[in-house]
């Protein structure tokens, strides 16, 4: 038997039962544990629709000087990518929850492939806003096909969805794209909107493209959704992969998106200066607007890197400025405290307090999205309004930076130009090996394939019940402005 505290001993002389704790212990010691069921989400693959269809034959990385695939180099069927990983164990030893769980195919290379290099015509479109690591996507697809499977035919499609069909398709090679991974943005351009599912579809069979990868958001994805659909529909031998594009990190089931990393090292230089500002000035204020239209996680990570943020706010948490508890209240006490206050806050926070007019409230940008209002700005003069109010003739100023185009448009960093690589090959293989109709990025640190509608439908929200916001709380002595609403009612 293991070694037990004094308490323990007591409980167990005196005939009581062992706490929870020591039960599962002891019961681990004797005996194994098992896990509930598993259910392998299905994945789509050109077979399913193409019943003709037959191997291309073995992969070519057989013959790569490059490469020596050995036993378990080949990934198949059985490797699978657990979606949930963390678990607890009841004091029987069996998994209280979930009741079963998700997996996902593994990503990687197959042993037996379904295109041709020969025949094989790859389209990489980019769409939506700009985010970093778009260039090094595109880089490490051209390289891929071309070195890893011998592919010539790699066509970039410019400006977006509209580009299938308004814009000729630009030849891609390595060469022209070797130092593409050092720069910003995207080289074949983007836009939002000019989504024509007819136009797009008629073009992707006219051209004779049989692979294309598609790079965006969550509006891309639900796009590239409809494309698979309809190429199934006609049963064309078409292999349609998504890679999740958005600096917001908003994208579900996957661990992050690329860009993400890089976009908060430059968020981090933001409240950095604005810290600066503040510090240097009688009751000085440093606002800092940060990416998030429906999640907060820049925000999130940002404030845990800089630990000079007092009060972070995020679209997934209500925050009120007058009263007892409120965001004013907190920030007087503040200036009283230290002199000066950082405050940052996500773009789709406080969305509900800001007056809007009916037009405002129909408005919706190319993509269908509501188009924000600027709460940076709004913060700003709400915040001279209360000072002037309440301290009329006391010195005060609000340094407000927005650094969103400067996050967006910077060269991915190191990180994520290695996860860019990472998810760029990973989803040449899939389509290699047949699939469609999936998105391919990290599960728990481990590559899977994984549909795209459950992408599309998917969101990654911050979980405010979660150890990290409790964490952020924590470092901000920030009021948990839901409670005291509720307390002041």
């Given at each position: 038997m293991a070694n037990l505290s004094q308490p323990e001993a007591t409980n167990l002389a005196a005939g009581q039962n062992p706490p929870p704790e020591?039960?599962?212990?002891?019961?681990?010691?004797?005996?194994?544990?098992?896990?509930?069921p598993i259910t392998l989400k299905k994945l789509p693959h050109l077979s399913d629709y193409l019943q003709d269809l037959r191997p291309a034959g073995p992969n070519p990385l057989d013959h790569n000087p490059f490469f020596h695939?050995?036993?378990?180099?080949?990934?198949?069927?059985?490797?699978?990518?657990?979606?949930?990983?963390?678990?607890?164990?009841?004091?029987?030893?069996?998994?209280?929850?979930?009741?079963?769980?998700?997996?996902?195919?593994?990503a990687g290379p197959r042993k037996q492939i379904f295109f041709d290099h020969f025949a094989t015509r790859a389209a990489i479109v980019t769409c939506g806003g700009l985010c970093p690591g778009m260039n090094t996507v595109i880089r490490e697809l051209v390289v891929g096909l071309w070195d890893l499977y011998g592919v010539r035919q790699i066509y970039g499609i410019k400006a977006g969805y509209r580009g299938f069909y308004s814009i000729h398709p630009i030849e891609l090679n390595p060469k022209m794209v070797h130092n593409w991974h050092r720069r910003g943005g995207t080289v074949l351009e983007t836009s939002r909107g000019g989504f024509d599912l007819t136009k797009i579809v008629d073009a992707i069979e006219n051209h004779g493209f049989n692979q294309v990868y598609i790079i965006g958001g969550d509006g891309t994805m639900r796009g590239a959704v409809k494309i698979f659909e309809e190429v199934r529909r006609r049963k064309l031998k078409v292999g349609v992969t998504g890679i999740p594009k958005t600096v917001d990190n908003d994208v579900g089931i996957i661990d992050r998106s690329f860009g993400f990393q890089t976009a908060v090292e430059m968020a981090e230089q933001a409240i950095h200066a604005a810290h600066v500002e503040a510090e240097s000035a009688v009751n000085g204020i440093g606002l800092v607007k940060l990416m998030g239209r429906s999640t907060g996680h820049i925000a999130l990570h940002a404030t845990l890197s800089s630990r000079d943020v007092d009060c972070c706010l995020i679209p997934e948490t209500e925050f009120y400025l007058e009263g007892k508890g409120?965001?004013?209240?907190?920030?007087?006490?503040?200036?009283?405290?230290?002199?000066?206050?950082?405050?940052?806050?996500?773009?789709?926070?406080?969305?509900?307090?800001?007056?809007?007019t009916t037009a405002q409230k129909e408005e919706r940008d190319e993509s269908g999205n509501m188009v924000f209002l600027d709460v940076g700005a709004w913060l700003k003069t709400e915040l001279k309004k209360w000072w002037d109010r309440e301290h009329p003739h006391e010195l005060f100023t609000v340094k407000y930076i927005d650094p969103t185009y400067m996050i967006r448009a910077v060269p991915a960093n190191a990180t994520d130009n290695l996860y860019c690589t990472l998810v760029a090959h990973s989803a040449i293989h899939g389509l290699m090996a047949g699939y469609s109709g999936f998105v391919t990025g990290p599960i728990n640190a481990n590559h899977a394939y994984i549909p795209l509608a459950d992408v599309a439908q998917a969101r990654n929200e911050v979980n405010i019940k979660d150890h990290k916001w409790e964490w952020v709380r924590s470092i901000t002595n920030q009021p948990d402005f839901v409670k005291s609403k509720q307390n002041s009612a």
């Amino acid at each position: 038997m293991a070694n037990l505290s004094q308490p323990e001993a007591t409980n167990l002389a005196a005939g009581q039962n062992p706490p929870p704790e020591q039960q599962l212990q002891d019961h681990l010691d004797d005996h194994a544990f098992s896990f509930s069921p598993i259910t392998l989400k299905k994945l789509p693959h050109l077979s399913d629709y193409l019943q003709d269809l037959r191997p291309a034959g073995p992969n070519p990385l057989d013959h790569n000087p490059f490469f020596h695939p050995s036993d378990g180099f080949y990934v198949n069927t059985s490797d699978i990518v657990l979606r949930q990983v963390a678990c607890r164990l009841s004091p029987s030893g069996t998994i209280a929850s979930p009741s079963h769980h998700l997996a996902y195919i593994r990503a990687g290379p197959r042993k037996q492939i379904f295109f041709d290099h020969f025949a094989t015509r790859a389209a990489i479109v980019t769409c939506g806003g700009l985010c970093p690591g778009m260039n090094t996507v595109i880089r490490e697809l051209v390289v891929g096909l071309w070195d890893l499977y011998g592919v010539r035919q790699i066509y970039g499609i410019k400006a977006g969805y509209r580009g299938f069909y308004s814009i000729h398709p630009i030849e891609l090679n390595p060469k022209m794209v070797h130092n593409w991974h050092r720069r910003g943005g995207t080289v074949l351009e983007t836009s939002r909107g000019g989504f024509d599912l007819t136009k797009i579809v008629d073009a992707i069979e006219n051209h004779g493209f049989n692979q294309v990868y598609i790079i965006g958001g969550d509006g891309t994805m639900r796009g590239a959704v409809k494309i698979f659909e309809e190429v199934r529909r006609r049963k064309l031998k078409v292999g349609v992969t998504g890679i999740p594009k958005t600096v917001d990190n908003d994208v579900g089931i996957i661990d992050r998106s690329f860009g993400f990393q890089t976009a908060v090292e430059m968020a981090e230089q933001a409240i950095h200066a604005a810290h600066v500002e503040a510090e240097s000035a009688v009751n000085g204020i440093g606002l800092v607007k940060l990416m998030g239209r429906s999640t907060g996680h820049i925000a999130l990570h940002a404030t845990l890197s800089s630990r000079d943020v007092d009060c972070c706010l995020i679209p997934e948490t209500e925050f009120y400025l007058e009263g007892k508890g409120g965001l004013l209240e907190f920030l007087e006490q503040r200036l009283k405290e230290r002199g000066h206050a950082v405050v940052v806050v996500a773009e789709g926070a406080g969305q509900d307090l800001i007056r809007r007019t009916t037009a405002q409230k129909e408005e919706r940008d190319e993509s269908g999205n509501m188009v924000f209002l600027d709460v940076g700005a709004w913060l700003k003069t709400e915040l001279k309004k209360w000072w002037d109010r309440e301290h009329p003739h006391e010195l005060f100023t609000v340094k407000y930076i927005d650094p969103t185009y400067m996050i967006r448009a910077v060269p991915a960093n190191a990180t994520d130009n290695l996860y860019c690589t990472l998810v760029a090959h990973s989803a040449i293989h899939g389509l290699m090996a047949g699939y469609s109709g999936f998105v391919t990025g990290p599960i728990n640190a481990n590559h899977a394939y994984i549909p795209l509608a459950d992408v599309a439908q998917a969101r990654n929200e911050v979980n405010i019940k979660d150890h990290k916001w409790e964490w952020v709380r924590s470092i901000t002595n920030q009021p948990d402005f839901v409670k005291s609403k509720q307390n002041s009612a």
